[in-house]
Nanobody, 122 residues
Framework: QVQLVESGGGLVQPGGSLRLSCAAS????????MGWYRQAPGKERELVAA???????NYADSVKGRFTISRDNAKNTVYLQMNSLKPEDTAVYYC????????????????WGQGTQVTVSS
């Protein structure tokens, strides 16, 4: 019923920038929070940044001052601007939509994107 499609990953040199996008589609009434998580090889998935429908944001300490999350509520799209990238930012980045209300259903749901690879290397 709901799909999240990510784009914007790739290979970048240390100090470079990338912008990730994630568009949610389907029978969506509303989405509470959207965010980005990442998972590096051999590590657990971790929160990178999240933003509510009202614009409140939350960042992992490791990305504060370098990454910026934003959101277009009308398009159900979330963005992650990543600057001053470091090799330790290398991971698969997953888009997340939480507290999703879907047409003709009860309750709220959580959805994940398929992931996009970000590699920071010289």
């Amino acid at each position: 019923q709901v799909q999240l499609v990510e784009s914007g990953g790739g290979l970048v040199q240390p100090g470079g920038s990338l912008r990730l996008s994630c568009a949610a589609s389907g029978s969506i009434v509303s989405i509470n929070a959207m965010g980005w998580y990442r998972q590096a090889p051999g590590k657990e998935r971790e929160l990178v940044a999240a933003i509510t429908s009202g614009g409140s944001t939350n960042y992992a300490d490791s990305v504060k001052g370098r990454f910026t999350i934003s959101r277009d509520n009308a398009k159900n799209t979330v963005y992650l601007q990543m600057n001053s990238l470091k090799p330790e930012d290398t991971a698969v980045y997953y888009c997340n939509a939480d507290g999703v209300v879907v047409t003709n259903t009860l309750g709220k749901y959580r959805y994940w994107g398929q992931g996009t690879q970000v590699t920071v290397s010289s």
